[in-house]
């Protein structure tokens, strides 16, 4: 079985410009979970989607936004990008609602921004 | 404001020595979970500890919850290069979010 598959791997964007990041999470899985990890750091909370509504939001400006498919994929976007977002992209699932039963991570996509 | 405390922040050790990760915090959290992350790759979880007390075993890995919810540790027996990495622990942290600590970043020289 295919595990959290996320795209692009990596990408180098210009300060303003937009971004898009797309996650596919296991099959079956409906929750889907979004997570930004700068160099040296844990990751940080930013969007969870639970069939389709989001059910929590971090700490992040309104230029992150996100949603989710009927098929359960999700997107990430950022708008007017700046140089402090540049970071690792992860995405998670899991089978349940619940956040207790821990989640199954992708490799993540690396954003640069220059 | 949720915050979970890792320490320590690096350790270099030898083969076969064992070592203990602590992560702490002020606030009680209804579950903690470790994820162990190697570059360029996203956290793989480890364990669940959901009961004030618990002790789970896997393998050469011990994980505990303190009593109050609050803290919990991580000790590995008998270290090998292949347990060199990234541990985070994390705290279900309400609104369906974890909440991470910083990690300690292990190295276990052969």
């Known amino acids: 079985d295919a595990g959290v598959t996320q795209s692009p791997t990596h990408l180098i964007k210009t300060r303003g410009q937009q971004v898009t990041l797309r996650c596919s999470p296991i099959s079956g899985h409906k929750s889907v979970s979004w997570y930004q990890q700068v160099l040296g750091q844990g990751p940080q909370f930013i969007f969870q989607y639970y069939e389709k509504e989001e059910r929590g939001r971090g700490n992040f400006p309104d230029r992150f936004s996100a949603r989710q498919f009927p098929n359960y994929s999700s997107e990430l976007n950022v708008n007017a990008l700046l140089l402090g977002d540049s970071a690792l992209y992860l995405c998670a699932s899991s089978n349940r609602g619940s956040v207790s039963y821990g989640y199954t991570f992708g490799s993540g996509t690396r954003l640069t921004v220059v | 404001t949720q915050l979970l405390e890792q320490s320590p922040q690096f350790l270099s050790i030898q083969e076969g020595e064992n070592l203990t990760v602590y992560c702490n915090s002020s606030?009680?959290?209804?579950?903690l979970q470790w994820y162990r992350q190697e570059p360029g790759e996203g956290p793989v979880l480890l364990v669940t500890?959901?009961?004030?007390?618990e002790v789970k075993k896997l393998k050469r890995l011990t994980f505990q919850f303190g009593d109050a919810r609050k803290d919990s540790s991580l000790h590995i027996t008998a270290a090998q290069p292949g347990d060199t990495g990234l541990y985070l622990c994390?705290?279900?942290?309400?609104?369906?979010?974890?909440?991470f600590g910083k990690g300690t970043k292990l190295t276990v020289n052969p």
């Open positions: 606030s009680v959290f209804s579950s």
């Open positions: 500890v959901v009961t004030g007390g």
């Open positions: 994390a705290g279900e942290g309400g609104s369906e979010k974890l909440v």
